[in-house]
């Protein structure tokens, strides 16, 4: 067990081995407790190893002969080897509920959470929950794992956008709070799309059924359909999409279909981590553009849009400017 509680924390589990760790976490209130005190605590605990290695080994000197053991020195010790020799405490002793008692000195806030998966403006990040289900965050979101993920349901909370494919348990379901409305789902792969600043929500279903709940509504949908949950009217809106336009970004394609230039600029500075700079005004009544980016770099993606709307762009370290020019055509 001792094993498995470490790659649990670490977000290595596979689908038989997240199983085991549920019937281990069920049979008594303490294991659950435990546990999550430990993966609550690996984020943030990094400057208190010191501390915690002193409690560690004032915990075997009360179990153990002082002749069979060293005491361990401070320099260059690695968190995650402490946390592991916790577990081993735990699991395999009994002891180890002093390590726990000295970390729950902090607030129950800490415990709310027991990880946070996220990614800033120009990054996209791949990751494992514990259940096995794997996520895709795209750029400038946040995934908070929420501390009961085995204690009747899974859970988490978005903030957006990412792409899930979730492994099936009847018995849990899982559940993702984005902004006013909540995704449950068994087991099937689908995004879910909640920025702060979007007028809307949106989840897009690639397989199986989703139940998308909000503002005492609920819709059901299947692969190619898709509910948008519109903030000002608080409506749920179902209808189909373009799986390239919804997912594409997961293999880098940028699809457009329509959007006026402020939006496909707007898009541009998360997807690439810049600030983009530029006269609405000169920009306020261009036509909506169409068009699929490959691969490309923000210099070949600026560079068609330039020939198409007839502007100039600058691009220094992560700021670019753009500027009309009247001599092109656009």
Not at 64 to 72: E, L, N, T
Not at 156 to 162: K, P, R
Request: aromatic letters at 10%; glycine letters at 8%; proline letters at 3%.
């Amino acid at each position: 067990m001792e094993e498995i509680i470490y790659k649990y924390i670490n977000g290595e589990l596979s689908e038989g081995e997240w199983k085991k760790l549920q019937g281990w976490l069920e049979e008594h209130p303490e294991n659950k407790r435990a546990v999550f005190r430990l993966l609550a605590y690996s984020q943030n605990i990094a400057e208190e190893t010191d501390h915690i290695r002193e409690v560690i080994w004032n915990e075997l000197n009360a179990n153990f002969s002082q002749d069979k053991i060293k005491k361990p020195k401070s320099k260059g010790i690695q968190l995650w080897p402490l946390l592991r020799i916790a577990a081993v405490l735990l699991v395999v002793t009994g002891i180890g509920f002093a390590l726990f008692q000295s970390m729950n000195s902090k607030t129950n806030k800490d415990l709310v959470m027991s990880k946070v998966e996220s990614t800033s403006p120009g990054q996209k990040k791949r990751a494992t929950l514990p259940d096995g289900s794997k996520v895709v965050l795209n750029a400038g979101s946040k995934l908070m794992v929420h501390e009961f993920f085995v204690d009747g349901k899974r859970e988490v909370t978005l903030e957006g956008e990412a792409f899930f494919d979730v492994v099936r348990d009847e018995s849990k379901p899982f559940i993702i709070k984005a902004g006013a409305i909540e995704v449950e789902v068994l087991g099937t792969s689908f995004g879910v799309k909640s920025y702060q600043d979007d007028a809307g929500v949106a989840v897009s279903v690639a397989s199986g059924k989703v139940k998308v709940s909000g503002n005492d509504q609920h819709e059901i949908i299947e692969p190619g359909e898709r509910v948008n949950y519109e903030k000002g009217t608080g409506m749920l809106m179902r209808d189909t999409f373009d799986q390239e336009k919804a997912f594409g970004w997961m293999s880098n394609l940028l699809v457009f279909s329509g959007e006026r230039l402020p939006e496909v600029f707007k898009l541009l500075a998360l997807y690439y981590g810049v600030d983009i700079s530029y006269d609405k005004a000169e920009f306020s009544n261009n036509k909506g553009f169409s068009g699929k980016f490959n691969n490309a770099n923000l210099k070949e993606v600026l560079e068609g849009l330039s020939y198409i709307y007839g502007f100039d762009y600058q691009i220094k370290d992560n700021a670019v400017k753009i500027k009309k020019n009247p001599k092109r055509n656009g």
